[in-house]
């Protein structure tokens, strides 16, 4: 076997992402996640460009609840910092997991994937495509629906519901 083969040959996956909130959308990926690998390490963005609207902590806690509630196992939370392939390898994982959805996606996940192959060959990323019933669903389109007054409750947990109606009040 190659070394390249070997080093690969983790069996844990990193599926990062803002999670600002978390969706079912993230869930649904994640349980995939679990039937194809031993464990799906989930890292949390502590910097993302946007403001999120949720601090680390609230974002934390979400992802534990809506774990909890889906009854997901095998999951491990990380706050991830850096350069993506780097906290991969920090975290022993020998994958990237990411969800794809519309076309819109594809352009931005392949050139980070070309760039994050080119940076550490070893880690390979592995895309799960979306659900039909989950194709519309981001935490952005949520926020804004929510920020709207809409019903998010079949998007997202109850609890994440309840802090979108929350902080629709604040405004
Ligand atoms: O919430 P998102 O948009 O799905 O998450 C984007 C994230 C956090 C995965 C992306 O911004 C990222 O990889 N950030 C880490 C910095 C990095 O490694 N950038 C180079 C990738 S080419």
């Known amino acids: 076997m190659s070394q390249r083969q070997e080093e690969a040959m983790s069996h844990a996956a990193l599926y990062p992402g803002s999670f600002d909130p978390i969706t ?81 996606d594809f352009d931005y996940e392949l050139r980070m994937t070309t760039m994050n192959r080119e940076l550490a060959p070893e880690v390979e990323t592995v895309f799960l495509m979306t659900e039909a019933d989950k194709f519309h669903v981001s935490s952005s389109l949520i926020k804004e629906v929510a920020r709207f007054g809409g019903d998010v409750t079949r998007f997202v947990t109850a609890e994440v519901a309840e802090a979108l109606e929350a902080r629709r009040s604040e405004d």
């Open 24 to 104: 079912r959308g993230h869930t649904s990926v994640i349980a995939r996640g679990v039937r194809i690998f031993d464990e799906v390490v989930v890292g949390i963005a502590r910097n993302i460009s946007k403001k999120p609207m949720f601090t680390l902590e609230e974002r934390i806690g979400f992802i534990e609840g809506a774990l909890e509630d889906e009854g997901i196992d095998r999951v491990r939370i990380e706050v991830v910092d850096g350069l993506l392939v780097e906290e991969a390898r920090r975290l022993g994982c020998g994958a990237i997991l990411r969800g794809l959805r519309a076309v819109s």
